[in-house]
């Protein structure tokens, strides 16, 4: 049993956020927000939730097992969502700059860093 609730904290860019003053890091990771599905399904958490900062980017980071046999497969209607770097000069801006980033290392290079913090007793 942990003494104290774990946090996530994200950064907005690719520095790792430090832990509050007194807290100890857990693990550092990516900040994930959400993931969907066909139709209405989905799902996704507060960001100061530990579920929030993943140890790894994946563009697909969950599989779906179904049946007896579990069965599992990567989905292609599955998307996943993550809270991207925002540079200084565009934060609250109107128009932030739109881009499509075709490869996982551009898209691992434009999500923000986290990390996971316990309060140290």
Known sequence: ????????????????????????????????????GSGAEGGGQSLTSPGSCLEDFRTTPFIECQGARGTCHYFSDKYSFWLTTVQPNHQFGLNAPSETLKTEQLQRQSVSRCQVCLKNN
């Open 1 to 36: 049993e942990a003494p104290s609730v774990a946090v996530a904290v994200h950064s907005q860019d690719q520095a790792i956020p430090p832990c509050p003053s007194g807290w100890i890091s857990l693990w550092i990771g990516y900040s994930f927000l959400m993931l969907t």
